[in-house]
T-cell receptor, first 115, second 115 residues
Framework: AQSVTQLDSQVPVFEEAPVELRCNYS??????LFWYVQYPNQGLQLLLKYLSGSTLVKGINGFEAEFNKSQTSFHLRKPSVHISDTAEYFCAVTKGIQGAQKLVFGQGTRLTINP | GAVVSQHPSWVICKSGTSVKIECRSL??????MFWYRQFPKQSLMLMAT?????????EQGVEKDKFLINHASLTLSTLTVTSAHPEDSSFYICSASVSGKNIQYFGAGTRLSVL
């Protein structure tokens, strides 16, 4: 079984500062990893995904994440945040095989951008 | 691409009535759809996995007779909350996987309030 730990429940950051949201996972099999963003009263939007290949993946809205197999981490980063990045961010993991599989979510990190 | 539509976005109903929520994949075929429940300030909890043309697979602790799932076509799955009670009030979110792919795309969610 897979599990995900998001180490920070809340991250306050000033506008234009860099940010890192941490995510660690555990699994006995290979995995696919995802970051989703949720704005208030909305569903989840896919930010980026790691399936295979390059360990540095770039997503939408200037976000990127790096898959580190030895540290079982998939931290999300952005070099300069905007007020509009204020949202809840979820890291998720699934078995690294084709065909629909269950997603296991972390508890979420609330990113708040202050002016 | 990969747009998932969920309807209604918000519904209020009286205790004892049933409510149906629709989840549609607009621009792709989805063999598998998933239904999640999210409590305030918490992560998503998988309720069931819905495969087109077959019975849904429910997670442990989810009452299948209370949460009826139908996946009659490759673009539509429905969740019916039967005999709703105030404790069923929650945010329900569906997702869909492109056939053969292990990536989920999410609807915007339905907020259910049972009076």
């Amino acid at each position: 079984a897979q599990s995900v730990t998001q180490l920070d429940s809340q991250v306050p950051v000033f506008e234009e500062a860099p940010v890192e949201l941490r995510c660690n996972y555990s699994s006995s099999v290979s995995v696919y990893l995802f970051w989703y963003v949720q704005y208030p009263n909305q569903g989840l939007q896919l930010l980026l995904k790691y399936l295979s290949g390059s360990t540095l993946v770039k997503g939408i809205n200037g976000f990127e994440a790096e898959f580190n197999k030895s540290q079982t981490s998939f931290h999300l980063r952005k070099p300069s945040v905007h007020i509009s990045d204020t949202a809840e961010y979820f890291c998720a993991v699934t078995k690294g095989i084709q065909g629909a599989q269950k997603l296991v979510f972390g508890q979420g990190t609330r990113l708040t951008i202050n002016p | 691409g990969a747009v998932v539509s969920q309807h209604p976005s918000w519904v209020i109903c009286k205790s004892g009535t049933s409510v149906k929520i629709e989840c549609r994949s607009l621009d792709f075929q989805a063999t598998t759809m998933f239904w999640y429940r999210q409590f305030p300030k918490q992560s998503l909890m998988l309720m069931a996995t819905s495969n087109e043309g077959s019975k849904a697979t429910y997670e442990q602790g989810v009452e299948k007779d209370k949460f009826l799932i139908n996946h009659a076509s490759l673009t539509l799955s429905t969740l019916t909350v039967t005999s709703a009670h105030p404790e069923d009030s929650s945010f329900y979110i569906c997702s869909a996987s492109v056939s053969g792919k292990n990536i989920q795309y999410f609807g915007a969610g339905t907020r259910l309030s049972v009076l």
